[in-house]
C-alpha cells in the first residue's frame, strides 16, 4: 500500500504563510510526479501545482501563481508546498498525490494513482 502523508496545515490568518509537506515512500520522487490539490467545502478538488519527477519542472494553477511554491527534497522522500500571502478563498482541504508519469506533470486529478489523507488549511480574514 503506498502512503502519501501530509502535515503543515493549520489557521493562518489572511496574508500569513504556511508550508506544507508531502511525505513519500523512499524512491518515489524519482519516478512518480507529485501534485498538490484542495477541496473547498462544496467544491470539486482541484489542482494546485505539481512538481515532474524527470526535471523538477513546476506547474502552477493562475489562482496560486506568485504566491505558492512547490518544491521537492528527493533526499529527504518529501514534497513541499510553501504558501505565502494567504487568502480566506484559499480555505480547503489540501492532498498531496501521486501521478505514473515521469515527466511534464498534471494537475488533472484522474491522472494520479495515490493520495493521501489530506490536512486542512484554514484562512482567516
Not at 46 to 53: D, F, K, L, R
Not at 101 to 113: G, I, N, P, Q
Request: net charge neutral.
Amino acid at each position: 500500500q503506498v502512503q502519501l502523508v501530509e502535515s503543515g496545515g493549520g489557521l493562518v490568518q489572511a496574508g500569513g504563510s504556511l508550508r506544507l509537506s508531502c511525505a513519500a515512500p523512499p524512491f518515489m520522487l524519482d519516478y512518480y510526479n507529485i501534485g498538490w490539490f484542495r477541496q473547498a467545502p462544496g467544491k470539486e478538488r482541484q489542482g494546485v501545482s505539481c512538481v515532474s519527477a524527470s526535471d523538477g519542472s513546476t506547474y502552477y494553477a493562475d489562482s496560486v501563481k506568485g504566491r505558492f511554491t512547490i518544491s521537492r527534497d528527493n533526499g529527504k522522500n518529501t514534497v513541499y508546498l510553501q504558501m505565502n500571502s494567504l487568502k480566506p478563498e484559499d480555505t480547503a482541504v489540501y492532498y498531496c498525490a501521486a501521478e505514473n508519469k515521469y515527466l511534464h506533470c498534471s494537475v488533472s486529478r484522474r491522472e494520479y494513482d495515490y493520495w493521501g489523507q489530506g490536512t486542512q488549511v484554514t484562512v482567516s480574514s
